[in-house]
């Protein structure tokens, strides 16, 4: 069965660091989403992706942040000079139309330092 | 303001009863709604979903009932086993597909 595949795992990084999350969505899936959970608490929207651009971001997704997909197969998150809370588990997600279930990563959860 | 939240923070059952997990959201004009699973360390997993011209959904040992007039959904899992034993969220679909999470229900079940 097709998959969302997330790298690294986990990823720790010094605070003011920059740091890459890589995902690869369902091969024939047209949106890409990020989202985040913070320890304990809920998951948050950051951005939507569609047609090599950003469809929609939230208020969360400030200049820091930036997503790019390089290549036919990976979606990834940049974050330029990461702050102690952005520490979380960042979950990649993917669908085939805006209205069809989104199929989740396992996550990268980062630690900010 | 837009929420989508859950009566209920925990919740704990015998195995093989049935379970009931309930999520209340705010926007009237929303048309599509997801339960995820979510087990410890690992990322949402879609269970069931509906739409908004639908008041019950049913899947393999789950059922979604939709109540647009109070705004409110619930997630119905029959003869509930120790695998079922996650955080089940209520996700509500908004326009450009982002999905406005609920806060979680812990469901426990004890053999």
């Known amino acids: 069965e097709p998959e969302v595949t997330q790298t690294p795992s986990h990823q720790v990084t010094q605070m003011g660091q920059e740091v890459i999350l890589r995902c690869v969505p369902i091969s024939n899936h047209l949106y890409f989403y990020w989202y985040r959970q913070i320890l304990g608490q809920k998951v948050e929207f950051l951005v939507s992706?569609?047609?090599?651009?950003?469809?929609?971001k939230s208020e969360i997704f400030d200049d820091q942040f930036s997503v790019e997909r390089p290549d036919g197969s990976n979606f990834t998150l940049k974050i330029r000079s990461t702050k102690l809370e952005d520490s979380a588990m960042y979950f990649c997600a993917s669908s085939e139309s805006r209205v069809r279930e989104q199929f989740f990563g396992p996550g990268t959860r980062l630690t900010v330092l | 303001g837009e929420s989508v939240g859950l009566h209920l923070p925990t919740l704990s059952v015998q195995e093989g009863d049935n379970s009931i997990i309930n999520c209340a959201y705010s926007?009237?004009?929303?048309?599509?709604f997801i339960w995820y699973k979510q087990e410890s360390g690992k990322g949402p997993q879609f269970i069931i979903d509906i739409r908004s011209n639908m008041d019950k959904r049913q899947g393999q040992r789950v059922t979604v009932l939709l109540n647009k007039t109070v705004k409110h959904l619930s997630l119905q899992i029959a003869a509930t086993q120790p695998g079922d034993s996650a955080v089940y969220f209520c996700?509500?679909?908004?326009?450009?597909?982002?999905?406005?999470f609920g806060k979680g229900t812990k469901l426990t079940v004890n053999p």
């Open positions: 992706f569609y047609n090599n651009e950003i469809s929609e």
């Open positions: 996700a509500e679909n908004r326009a450009g597909g982002r999905l406005v």
């Open positions: 926007n009237s004009a929303s048309d599509y």
